[in-house]
């Protein structure tokens, strides 16, 4: 027994409390003590809460920005939706952020990269585009455009109306993880090498709508038409799905661990999450909590894409999904 291992032995000589004493100073904490935040409980509990933003007071507030802040200043001219709980100031839910981010014709939002995947789902857009590791991709309305974490990205506009579009990426789990990298390209605004009408990082309107048309019927009435779009190779962290509902149509109620948050691309109707009831339409941004119920009605023809951590929670074996009343 050498000194160090005698001095523990005499400290721990005696009551409990002196013992837990004795623990605490050297860094450790018994594990019968009642914590505040127990290790383990019986079922998911998030800590964020449904929430929605409206596309038509954000769009109404980013004309006044671009009037009042240039790309100049701002690197990129967007409003990150607060999943209103305290302590938060930019996730929408655990894994997940989004914004609103506008550009006006002429504009360019400078190049940068990081870790954290990002995806944009573009609302209202004629002449905008995204420049991805050289390869210039157009984003008009409906276009879904992936910038994979380490990839140089920057956004520009050739077109003659502001355009506007949502924003999604997994910076808390990237803050969560630690694996942080940031760097502004060295010559601010990246040089475009070709046009990408046709990659793996854009998903045009047109082949989204002829993709859900062909798409087979949901046998379990939770989702209704649903496509995947393909991000497991460049960004595993996002999942990213559309559905495509009729009028009328509703959903049978369920809930599963994935947080998702919803864009709606088209049409309007009305979401149940939790306790919480939300009218939406176009434009609008929902944010479902993991293992809330889901409820989904749609009062015309509507199409929604879904942003979530649900790939990851499969992989990590964390995933559950079940049927509801
Ligand atoms: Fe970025």
Redesign the pocket.
């Known amino acids: 027994m050498n000194m160090e291992e005698g001095m523990v032995r005499e400290l721990a000589s005696g009551t409990l409390p002196e013992l837990e004493a004795t623990i605490a100073s050297l860094n450790m904490t018994p594990g019968w003590i009642k914590r505040q935040i127990p290790l383990v409980w019986k079922e998911m509990q998030s800590q964020f809460i449904p929430a929605q933003w409206k596309y038509v007071a954000a769009r109404e507030l980013m004309q006044q920005a671009a009037k009042v802040l240039g790309t100049d200043l701002a690197e990129r001219r967007n409003f990150v939706m607060r999943n209103p709980v305290p302590d938060n100031d930019f996730s929408i839910l655990r894994t997940i952020i989004c914004a609103y981010q506008t550009v006006l014709p002429g504009e360019t939002a400078m190049s940068?990269r990081?870790s954290s995947h990002?995806m944009r789902v573009m609302l209202d857009s004629n002449g905008a585009y995204s420049i991805v590791n050289g390869r210039k991709h157009p984003m008009d309305s409906g276009d879904i455009v992936l910038?994979p974490g380490g990839c140089w990205?920057g956004h520009g506009h050739e077109g003659m109306e502001q355009a506007f579009w949502v924003d999604g990426l997994d910076v808390p789990l990237t803050h969560l993880l630690e694996p942080m990298f940031y760097e502004p390209h060295p010559e601010r605004w990246e040089p475009v090498t070709c046009e990408a009408r046709h990659s793996p990082m854009r998903f045009p309107w047109a082949d989204t709508v002829e993709s859900l048309k062909n798409a087979p019927a949901d046998s379990t009435g939770h989702f209704g038409k649903t496509i995947l779009l393909d991000t497991s190779l460049f960004m595993p962290t996002l999942t990213l799905k559309v559905c495509g509902w009729q009028k009328g149509w509703s959903s049978r109620p369920y809930r599963h661990t994935a947080n998702v948050v919803y864009v709606v691309m088209q049409g309007s109707g009305s979401s149940t999450i939790g306790e919480c009831k939300f009218d939406w339409q176009f434009g609008d941004v929902i944010a479902s909590p993991g293992w809330n119920r889901i409820e989904h009605h749609a009062g015309e023809d509507s199409v929604l894409c879904c942003i979530s951590d649900e790939q990851l929670m499969r992989w990590t074996r964390y995933y559950r999904h079940e049927s509801m009343q």
């Open positions: 940068h990081h990002a910038t990205h």
